[in-house]
């Protein structure tokens, strides 16, 4: 054995709960595809508004502001448990991811339940024009990812209320946290342009 | 591939004290046994192996296609396939030799072999992993469900509309073909994630940036583009699936929409596509003249930025793909720089694989002979590709035999010769036996020469006029002569593929075998049995330069990684520091339900929308259930 140089690991710990974790990288590449996504169907946008003598089209009229802009604040203060959830599995609390995986699915539901008005406040349904399916393409996109991050804390909570808790279970806990900042980070700009672009005429 | 471990030679590891650790390593690491065991596995190996077949296998039969539209072009008005069928035939040969061939074999050959360059013991997400290749296999019998009802996609197999609406393709033929591309773009992206973290994460301890293989470099990179590149077909195949089915505009003037936007959104896919099969042939290059030449490729380095400039320029070309729409003259004049350009990375790559072999005395086996193939035909497609860059020339040839055989010098040249070297240098490794030599010397001499013989003369069809994807033409064209010419040339192909299977087959019942390492190679996957066990390395090895088994002193070992459990070691993504260990998890027939539901639900949308939703909340329960069986294996 002498010849072979010899590393050992024996010490180094069985699970991280931070960026190091291969979970966690998994994420990231996630959120790295749906932001891309995004970006090709922002894009999508502006080169067919560029191409349009009005946008909106004059009979469909720019989305009304009221029901997105209360969904917007509501989204704003999910981040609150979404943070506490994050800093809670990095303390391995056990009780207060249990309380704010809670939080966050409650206040997730909330935007989700409004994400039907603001369907609503575009004024068109999708096949009135290439406006309109553009509309509902982004605003359509943004919750599909927000119904599988809705689904994805739905699970880790069940598992968290009726199982033990280990190490794997506070990854999660700060990975659902992770995803939630994901939904809020990329429905900032979407909502400046589904919403308030039409509004520059 | 079920190689039980105890029969790895002695030799691979000094001294038996480490068969203790072998053995339980390979009770943990089992795979599950029996007929039904195949639905479980999670094996990056098994995967890989899986996803390098079923490409083959697409591949015999777009090669077959390419055969038939050979056949019936061979005389002028022939009459061997109609139009109808014709149509059908030269999308379903594109479709299958771009998404189920070429970007799966290369998936495959990655997944099967970078995780053992890097020497890790399997991919970070093995289940999601298996997902991917179930996606990839039912996208494949999907499609040929639809081709063999008569039903096949026939606008092409990049589907421009209006001619892919629903005004001129009636019918579920192409509904299904957007699905089809759904379920590719799926796989490919799986794929990616496992090894762009494997590679960033997993590498041994010493592996720091610059001493990562060149194959796993082009790799990596490879699937940063896929991550950048796929999205934009996820919108395009979308988009067109919702104006087909449920009456969106994207792609209908009248509404404001824009025919162009699908050329677009396509070809910023699509020209990095050319890219993402290309890549991992430069890095199959480089291992096979390494090990053909036992030197370190010349400038890693430059090597290495070659590839990233190239992913990067990728990005920027998809235009020169549209020069005949009639875009800006800036525009245009951009694009055509920017493909100009592109030669430049590709250039370094040739002259440092020039001046690691000037002077060296190679070894003239099969993998060395496709490589010189490879120089030889793709120098050729890189120059007809420089001349399509330039609009005026692109405008006389749009269309024409000239693209054709453009870009079969590209792919065939560029990836199919560096594919099939990859083949003879790994077989070893993947199979345990070397394929034979001589008959390896026929396939690569036939296959060269009917290649040859079937697209040069193209070129000189294209210039002579002849459009592509016409059915028929008539005999006072003059295209006579050169269209026999080529279709000779195809049935000389056929003869080279069919040498390569038999050579499959002897070599699998006969060949001799290969032990660890038969070409005396660089890299870590030969620094273990041939085929690996299910666990890949007894002690994961611990490196110290770029070539680890050309070390004087040997490879080092990790010690003190338990061996009861699924465990791989994580480490510092620039200089491969050992950071912990994480735990992944085993056999599991999750991920075939799952896809089986998302699948099923994907199909029956052809016909009825809501079938989607059906399969993703099916799917719901059986997340449910993956979730908790990863907790508790």
């Given at each position: 054995m002498s010849a072979v140089r010899e590393l050992d690991v024996s010490n180094l710990p069985d699970a991280?709960?931070?960026?190091?974790?291969?979970?966690?990288?998994?994420?990231?590449?996630?959120?790295?595809?749906?932001?891309m996504v995004f970006a090709i169907s922002v894009g999508g946008y502006f080169y067919l508004r560029n191409l349009a003598?009005?946008?909106?089209?004059?009979?469909?009229?720019?989305?009304?502001?009221?029901?997105?802009?209360?969904?917007?604040?509501i989204l704003l203060v999910s981040v609150i448990p979404a943070v506490l959830l994050d800093r809670a599995g990095k303390k391995r609390d056990a009780r207060k991811i249990k309380i704010y995986l809670a939080a966050n699915l409650v206040l997730g539901t909330a935007f989700l339940?409004?994400?039907?008005?603001?369907?609503?406040?575009?004024?068109?349904?999708?096949?009135?024009?290439?406006?309109?399916?553009?509309q509902w393409t982004i605003l359509g996109l943004h919750t599909t990812n927000l119904l599988t991050s809705l689904a994805e804390t739905a699970i880790v909570l069940i598992y968290v209320m009726t199982k033990p808790i280990e190490d794997h279970q506070f990854l999660d806990a700060r990975l659902d946290g992770v995803f939630w900042y994901f939904i809020v980070l990329t429905w900032l700009p979407l909502y400046v342009v589904v919403f308030l672009v039409p509004r520059l005429g | 591939m079920s190689t039980p471990a105890k029969k790895t030679p002695p030799e691979t590891d000094p001294g038996e004290p480490l068969a203790g650790e072998r053995a339980e390593l390979a009770k943990t690491w089992?795979?599950?046994?029996?007929?039904?065991?195949?639905?479980?596995?999670?094996?990056?190996?098994?995967?890989?192996?899986r996803y390098i077949i079923t490409a083959f296998v697409f591949f015999l039969v777009a090669g077959v296609e390419a055969a038939a539209m050979r056949l019936q072009l061979a005389r002028p008005e022939g009459r061997f396939l109609n139009p109808d069928v014709y149509a059908q035939v030269f999308t379903m040969h594109g479709t299958t030799m771009m998404f189920f061939f070429a970007v799966p074999v290369m998936l495959g050959m990655g997944l099967y072999l970078v995780p053992l360059m890097v020497g890790t013991r399997n991919v970070p997400f093995p289940r999601l992993n298996a997902v991917g290749y179930w996606f990839y296999l039912m996208g494949g019998v999907l499609l040929y469900g639809t081709f063999v009802m008569n039903r096949g996609p026939d606008a092409g197999w990049f589907a421009y509309v209006p001619l892919s609406g629903n005004a001129y393709s009636a019918g579920h033929g192409m509904d299904a073909w957007v699905q089809i591309i759904n379920f590719t773009e799926v796989s490919a992206l799986i794929v990616a994630g496992s090894l762009i973290v494997t590679v960033f994460k997993q590498r041994a301890p010493g592996m720091s940036l610059n001493r990562i293989p060149l194959f796993a470099w082009a790799i990596l990179v490879t699937m940063i583009m896929i991550v950048f590149a796929m999205p934009a077909v996820i919108f395009a195949a979308g988009s067109l699936n919702s104006d087909r089915s449920l009456g969106t505009h994207f792609f209908n003037p009248a509404e404001g929409g824009d025919a162009l936007l699908w050329q677009h959104a396509f070809w910023f896919f699509g020209h990095p596509e050319v890219y993402i099969i290309f890549l991992p042939a430069l890095g199959m290059i480089s291992a096979i003249i390494s090990a053909?030449?036992?030197?370190?490729?010349?400038?890693?380095?430059?090597?290495?930025?070659?590839?990233?400039?190239?992913?990067?320029?990728?990005?920027?070309?998809?235009?020169?793909?549209?020069?005949?729409?009639?875009?800006?003259?800036?525009?245009?004049a951009f694009f055509t720089a920017a493909s100009m350009m592109i030669a430049i990375p590709t250039g370094v790559q040739i002259f440092c694989w020039i001046a690691t072999l000037w002077g060296s005395r190679p070894r003239w086996d099969p993998p060395f002979l496709f490589v010189l193939g490879f120089f030889f035909t793709f120098l050729i497609g890189g120059l007809t590709g420089v001349m399509l860059a330039s609009v005026p020339v692109d405008l006389q040839l749009h269309d024409t035999f000239f693209v054709v055989a453009h870009f079969h010098y590209v792919l065939i040249g560029?990836?199919?010769?560096?594919?099939?070297?990859g083949i003879y240098h790994w077989f070893p490794k993947i199979m345990g036996r070397m394929l034979g030599r001589t008959l390896g010397i026929w396939n690569f001499a036939l296959l060269f020469v009917g290649f040859n013989l079937t697209f040069f003369p193209m070129h000189e069809l294209g210039f002579h006029g002849m459009p592509r994807r016409v059915y028929t033409y008539s005999p006072d064209r003059g295209w006579n002569g050169l269209n026999l010419a080529a279709s000779i040339g195809a049935a000389?192909?056929?003869?080279?593929?069919a040498l390569f299977l038999i050579n499959v087959v002897q070599s699998l019942r006969r060949g001799r075998r290969a032990g660890d390492n038969p070409w005396d190679a660089e890299s870590l996957e030969w620094a273990t049995s041939s085929p690996p066990p299910v666990y890949n390395f007894v002690r994961i090895p611990v490196v110290s330069s770029r070539s680890p088994l050309w070390e004087p002193g040997g490879l080092g070992a990790v010690t003190g990684m338990p061996t009861d459990k699924r465990l791989l070691l994580v480490t510092h993504p620039l200089d491969a520091e050992p950071s912990h260990r994480e735990e992944v998890p085993g056999p599991s027939v999750n991920p075939f339900l799952i896809s089986l539901t998302m699948g099923l639900g994907l199909i029956g949308s052809i016909f009825w929308l809501w079938w989607a939703v059906i399969g993703a909340v099916a799917s719901i329960p059986?997340?449910?259930?993956?979730?908790?069986t990863e907790e508790d294996p």
């Open positions: 991280v709960l931070d960026s190091r974790s291969l979970v966690w990288w998994g994420t990231i590449v996630m959120t790295v595809v749906e932001t003598s009005a946008w909106p089209p004059p009979r469909i009229g720019p989305p009304a502001l009221t029901a997105a802009t209360v969904n917007l604040g339940v409004l994400r039907y008005w603001e369907f609503k406040a575009l004024h068109c349904m999708w096949n009135q024009s290439a406006y309109a399916s553009i | 089992r795979k599950r046994s029996g007929s039904l065991g195949l639905l479980f596995s999670v094996d990056h190996k098994t995967i890989g192996k053909s030449t036992r030197r370190q490729i010349f400038g890693y380095t430059a090597m290495v930025l070659a590839l990233v400039a190239t992913a990067f320029l990728g990005f920027g070309l998809w235009v020169h793909h549209m020069f005949a729409t009639g875009l800006p003259q800036m525009g245009e560029g990836a199919v010769f560096p594919l099939f070297g000389v192909m056929a003869v080279a593929v059986l997340a449910y259930l993956w979730y908790v």
